[in-house]
């Protein structure tokens, strides 16, 4: 079973990775207007990343979106 966390952040990563990273946000604001916390969110998010997996991910990203 998986705990709260771990459910969140598959959600998370559903979410962002059907919506890209504006859209994502945008719906997590409008769903949680005042209630999310975005700071402390934004401290948990890249915990399990390096700059190099970031790096990665980010040229991904950009070479998708140029073709």
Known sequence: MKTDNEIIQAGFDSIFSNLGMVEAERFIMLIKRDKFDYTKWQT??????????LSAKAQLAWDKDIQ
């Not at 890249?46 to 190099?52: A, F, I, K, N």
Request: hydrophobic residues 30%; without cysteine.
């Open 44 to 53: 948990q998010l890249w915990q399990q990343e390096t700059v190099e997996s």
